[in-house]
């Protein structure tokens, strides 16, 4: 079946450093979307990519839906401490309701 | 606040109770999904219901049954649990004809005792 690799696993970064991780896909999908989930709570929707090469920000995010299809980026700037949390992606194919999760990176603030 | 409301936030039952968790969304979504949230794991999807018709069902035990009565209101009906069932479970809704953008409630955390 579908599989979503997402890496790093965890990242632990100084305050002000700039964040990079992704997604690859073992297949296409024709969107992508980014999330970051606080401890106890729901995952929180940061960014929505639907068209290959597509590049999105939202503050100091910013997420890029990969020329292949098969990889999205997540980019965030001058991290600060509530930056902290797990980022999860999440793809879907065209014809299906599914979406599929990568396992999050988890990523760690140090003042 | 996302839209999707999740009652209760907390859950403590037995292998012999039967409970329900209820999911709610306020954003005229056509599509509503159960996934299962364990550590250490990426989420599971378990159902997926489209114009109140399931459309999904990833394999899930019988001791999951879930209903959606209507386009918003989603239900998971729990019976005969296992420990390992204990989880953080997260209803989420989605437009699909106008967006893909997938909503997320705060979750159920469950214990199965």
């Known amino acids: 079946g579908q599989q979503l690799n997402q890496s790093p696993q965890s990242m632990f970064i100084q305050e002000g450093e700039d964040v990079s991780m992704n997604c690859t896909s073992s297949s296409i999908f024709n969107t992508w979307l980014w999330y970051k989930q606080d401890p106890g709570e729901g995952p929180v929707l940061l960014i929505a990519l639907y068209k290959a090469g597509e590049l999105t920000s939202n503050g100091r995010l910013t997420a890029q839906f990969g020329i292949t299809r098969k990889d999205s980026f997540l980019n965030i700037s001058a991290s600060i401490p509530s930056d902290v949390g797990i980022y999860f992606c999440?793809?879907?194919?065209?014809?299906?309701?599914?979406?599929?999760f990568g396992t999050g990176t988890r990523l760690k603030v140090l003042a | 606040e996302t839209g999707v409301t999740q009652t209760p936030r907390h859950l403590v039952m037995g292998m012999t109770n039967k409970k329900s968790l209820k999911c709610e969304q306020h954003?005229?979504?056509?599509?509503m999904y159960w996934y299962k949230q364990s550590a250490k794991k990426p989420l599971e999807l378990m159902f997926v219901y489209n114009f109140k018709e399931q459309t999904e069902n990833n394999s899930v035990p019988s001791r999951f049954s879930p209903e959606c009565p209507n386009s918003s209101h989603l239900f998971l009906h729990l019976h005969t649990l296992q420990p390992e069932d204990s989880a953080l479970y997260l209803c989420?809704?989605?437009?699909?004809?106008?967006?893909?953008?997938?909503?997320f409630g705060p979750g159920t955390r469950l214990t199965v005792l």
């Open positions: 989420a809704s989605t437009a699909l004809a106008d967006s893909n953008e997938q909503f």
């Open positions: 999440a793809g879907r194919a065209s014809g299906t309701y599914k979406y599929i």
């Open positions: 954003l005229g979504h056509n599509a």
